[in-house]
């Protein structure tokens, strides 16, 4: 797969795309990393949390005018992730050049790394938004996830004009609401 | 600008100076507005935190699957290996005392193949299968062989995905059909794929099988040179074919 053709899945969102850098990536990972002695554990975790990252900044658009390979931004963001978690846990930290982030992606490798799993009231809201109907899953998550405008939803969805999408999605918000506070009670 | 709409341009980026202004003004004014941008808000980074855990749940799947699959190769090679010495004992003796044909190519296929398993999509069972590459590869690990080999040559048109056509070629082998298998494991050995090594050990048996004896040791001495996948088992085969 080409890094162009792999991007652009990754921009549509399709996460078996990501099973196949994981398999492909994995083995060249844990050598590339084996010189600064971390924990086999760890090097997982941060490998699968550099594969978030990378997902979720193929979607930003922060792939699209890449300099580097797939692989060399990916290992960059690993490297990243190993000396910050070095710094955290008071190691001594090898001076290397990184590679270079703009702000923005640092800001999410490190929410990332940092990402411990929904807590239980945002479990609580997934929970009940699965029990949603699926026009109302549909609209909550094309804007909220996946940040789309509602003048774009209009256009996809079909609606058929910016006021029925935005009714739309405010009515499924009050539904959310409702069911969550229904199951608190 | 109604407020609904103010929180709307907000979540959608797109407020302008004064606007931003106003926004923040109410945040810290108007509380029913404040709880509203804060529900939004949360819903938001449940969706996010949700999808990583999800993407998390699949990648540690994917490392178990690739882990189990090791302590099986490595298990089973002692007893493999056992395995098919007995049987080249046997089945020299054999030949010393009552033929004088050549090495029995089928015989050594067969101690030595068994399908590779899936360790590139693991399936859930009892879900919904929507998918081709769902189906596909439950058919395979089911034995279903002729119905894999329909659902894999679909995904070939399909999809990209390096690794269908090794198992695409694990499938033929399986439908005895080598002629088929051979120039795929070539094609799958050549772009360099993930399972290559893996490749070339199967690529090694279907030589056999077609009784292309050279072909199949030149495969052997590759995994012999490369000390890892089968190394053992194929220096052994090795000897048998020298």
Known sequence: MTDEHLIAQLKQRDRNALKTVYLDYKTEFFKFMSRYKADAIVLEDIFQDALIVLYENAQNGKLDALKSTVKTYLFGIGKFMLFKHFRDGKKEVPTEETYLFDKYEQAVIEEVHEDEGPNEYQKKMVTNFKKLGEKCREILELFYLQGMKLDEITQTQGYDNKDVAKSQKSRCLKSLKQLIGKNNG | MDKETLINSYFENSLGKDQ??????????????????????????????????????????????????????????????????????????????????????????????????????????????????????????????????????????????????????????????????????????????????????????????????????????????QDGFKMKAARELLEELE
Request: glycine residues 2%; negative net charge.
């Open chain 2, 20 to 225: 931003l202004k106003e926004f923040e003004q109410l945040m810290k004014t108007d509380s029913e507005f404040a709880s509203e941008v804060d529900f939004q808000k949360e819903l938001q980074h449940s969706f996010k935190k949700n999808e990583r855990q999800e993407i998390k749940q699949m990648l540690g799947d994917l490392n178990i699957v690739e882990n189990d699959t090791e302590t099986k190769v490595f298990s089973i090679r002692p007893w493999l290996a056992a395995a098919s010495i007995a049987l080249l004992v046997g089945v020299g003796t054999w030949m010393l005392f009552f033929t004088n044909t050549d090495i029995n190519t089928n015989q050594l296929y067969a101690s030595n193949f068994a399908p590779y398993d899936n360790v590139v999509h693991p399936i859930e069972r009892g879900n919904a299968m929507i998918n081709i590459k769902d189906k596909a590869f439950t058919a395979y690990e089911d034995g279903d062989y002729s119905m894999a080999l329909k659902l894999f040559k679909q995904l070939q048109i399909e999809q990209t995905d390096p690794y269908i056509t090794f198992y695409e070629a694990i499938v033929l082998m399986q439908l005895n059909n080598h002629q088929d298998a051979i120039p795929l494991l070539k094609a799958y050995i050549e772009n360099d794929g993930q399972l290559k090594d893996r490749a070339t050990w199967y690529l090694a048996l279907s030589h056999l099988k077609m009784d292309e004896i050279e072909n199949s040791k030149t495969q052997l001495k590759k995994l012999v040179d």
